[in-house]
Structure formats: C-alpha cells, structure tokens
C-alpha cells in the first residue's frame, strides 16, 4: 500500500497515473497548495522541499519526493514501465531527465507569466514561450521516429504527458506539432491515464485540441 500526496497538477498527476498505471493499491492525501498545506510540519518530514507529490510504501516505511524519483521507484517495485537494465532503461531516464530538468521548469514559468501575470513582464513571456515551443518541437521530432518518447510506454511518456496537457495554458497550437498530437491523443484515451487524471479531485475532462 501506497500513500499519495498530491494535488491537481502536472507533478502531482505524473505519481497518480503511474499508480493507476502499475495497479498498485494506494491511498489518496490532498495536499491544497493553494492554502499553504504543503508547509505543514507533518508533509514536510516526507517532503522537505516543500512540494508535492510524494510517497510513502507502508511496505517498507520509504518516504519520496520528487516525482521523477517516485515514477523510477514505482516502475522498479513492480517491474513495469522502464526497462530494467540495458540501453532501453537509459534512453527512459534520458527523456525523464528531460521532462525534470528541462520541460517542467520551462513550462512551469509559461504558466506563471503567460496564464497567471500576463503583460507583467513582457520579456519573460516571450522568452518562455519561445522556449516552449522549442521544447514541443524537439518532442515533436522525437515523436515522429518513435511511438512514445522511449520506444515503448514508459515513465517517460507518464512525466511528459501531463505538462502537454496544459498546452492552452501555453497558448500551444498542438496542430502545429502533428506527432505530439497523436501521442496526446492516444496516452489521453488510456484508462489509467483518465483515471489518475482526476486524483485527488474531479476536475472537468482531459483538455483536448479542437
Ligand atoms: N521537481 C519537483 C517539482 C514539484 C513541484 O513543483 N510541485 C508544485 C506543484 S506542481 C508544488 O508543490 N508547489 C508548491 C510550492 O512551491 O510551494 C517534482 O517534480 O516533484
């Protein structure tokens, strides 16, 4: 049994469709970081930097933070959704790293100027949007040489997926990235994936293109 922190965005999302993905047992705890909840003493001693998700495995007492930890910890636990060794398992974390380092921050700051401070500072709007759609085309490349990032499904596409998912947040024209679409589309339509889209509340459908 799995205990999950969480609450309705891209990080939190990537640990709860994992867990629907692999089909582990868990347990839900929101944490509104919308009031601060994320500060309490009690959630800090499992996540110390203060933001969600995080686990804990009753199984074996482990606390996680940092969802790219929690989706290679889920996939090793269960055997499921990344190779376990080989050239496969690196080219998996390649485009987590990608996702951590990379597309979540960069997104994260298009979503902070463009949809939450528009016409604050102008200079980071374009800067970060600009950047985003270097990022979508370089996923778009990746995509039309493979079906999910990776080759198969993995928690590569889990980290991925749920930052493409707020494309209108970054005045994104998925039409204009054909090969991220279809992937879109596809991990969009997965049961896991509707499922744990809608932890730890219902928040209106998956976004979909026009
Ligand atoms: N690198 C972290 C980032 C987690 C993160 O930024 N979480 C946000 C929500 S998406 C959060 O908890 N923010 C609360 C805060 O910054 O106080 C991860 O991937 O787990």
């Given at each position: 049994m799995i205990d999950l922190y969480t609450w309705t965005t891209p990080n939190g999302r990537k640990a709860s469709i994992m867990l629907e993905e692999v089909g582990l047992p868990y347990t839900v705890h929101a944490v509104d970081i919308g009031k601060d909840e994320q500060f309490k003493p009690d959630f800090l001693k499992i996540s110390p930097n203060n933001k969600i998700p995080a686990i804990v495995d009753r199984d074996t007492g482990l606390t996680l933070m940092e969802s790219g930890a929690i989706l290679i910890y889920l996939a090793d636990k269960t055997g499921?959704?990344?190779?376990?060794?080989?050239?496969g398992r690196y080219k998996v974390i390649e485009w987590l790293m990608w996702q951590m380092a990379g597309a979540g921050p960069m997104l994260g700051q298009v979503h902070h100027f463009?949809?939450?401070?528009?016409?604050?500072a102008p200079y980071a709007e374009e800067r970060f949007v600009k950047e985003a759609q270097r990022l979508y085309k370089v996923l778009d490349a990746q995509l039309g040489k493979h079906e999910y990032v990776a080759g198969d499904y993995s928690i590569a596409d889990i980290a991925i997926w749920p930052w493409i998912s707020r494309f209108e947040w970054q005045t994104i024209d998925l039409d204009a990235y054909p090969n991220v679409k279809r992937w879109y589309l596809a991990i969009a339509g997965r049961p896991a994936v509707q499922k744990g889209y809608?932890?730890?509340?219902?928040?209106?459908?998956i976004p979909m293109p026009k």
């Open positions: 499921q959704l990344m190779p376990k060794s080989g050239e463009v949809k939450y401070n528009p016409g604050k809608q932890v730890p509340k219902d928040m209106g459908p």
